[in-house]
Nanobody, 127 residues
Framework: RVQLVESGGGSVQTGGSLRLSCAAS????????MGWFRQAPGKEREGVAS????????YYADSVKGRFTISQDNAKNTMYLQMNSLKPEDTAMYYC????????????????????WGQGTQVSVSS
C-alpha cells in the first residue's frame, strides 16, 4: 500500500527558509511524477511544484519560481521542497502527491492527476 509522509513544516518569518520532505513507501518515485500542493483556509488546493524524474521535468507555479526548488532522492524514495525567501502568502497546508504513471507536463498543476496523497504539513510565514 502506498504511503506518503510529509515533514519539515513549521513557522518562520518573512524571508526565512524551510525544507519539506515527503517519504514514499510502497511506491517507486523515480518511475512516476510527484508534486507538492498547498491549500490555505478558504482557498482551492493549488499545485506548487512537480517533478517527473525519469523524464527530467520540473514544474513550478509562477508564484514560487526562483524561490522554491523541488528535488528527489531516488535512493531514499524521498521528495523535497526547498523553500527560500518565504512570504506570508506562502502560508498554507502543504501536501505531497504522487501519480499513478506518467502525467503530461501541461497537467502537472492539476491535483486530479495524482492518485496518492500525504496528510499534509503546515507552513506558516509571519510578517
Amino acid at each position: 500500500r502506498v504511503q506518503l509522509v510529509e515533514s519539515g513544516g513549521g513557522s518562520v518569518q518573512t524571508g526565512g527558509s524551510l525544507r519539506l520532505s515527503c517519504a514514499a513507501s510502497g511506491y517507486t518515485a523515480s518511475n512516476n511524477c510527484m508534486g507538492w500542493f498547498r491549500q490555505a483556509p478558504g482557498k482551492e488546493r493549488e499545485g506548487v511544484a512537480s517533478i517527473c524524474t525519469r523524464a527530467g521535468i520540473r514544474y513550478y507555479a509562477d508564484s514560487v519560481k526562483g524561490r522554491f526548488t523541488i528535488s528527489q532522492d531516488n535512493a531514499k524514495n524521498t521528495m523535497y521542497l526547498q523553500m527560500n525567501s518565504l512570504k506570508p502568502e506562502d502560508t498554507a497546508m502543504y501536501y505531497c502527491a504522487a501519480s499513478m504513471g506518467w502525467v503530461p507536463p501541461s497537467n502537472l498543476r492539476n491535483r486530479f492527476n495524482y492518485a496518492y496523497w500525504g496528510q499534509g504539513t503546515q507552513v506558516s510565514v509571519s510578517s
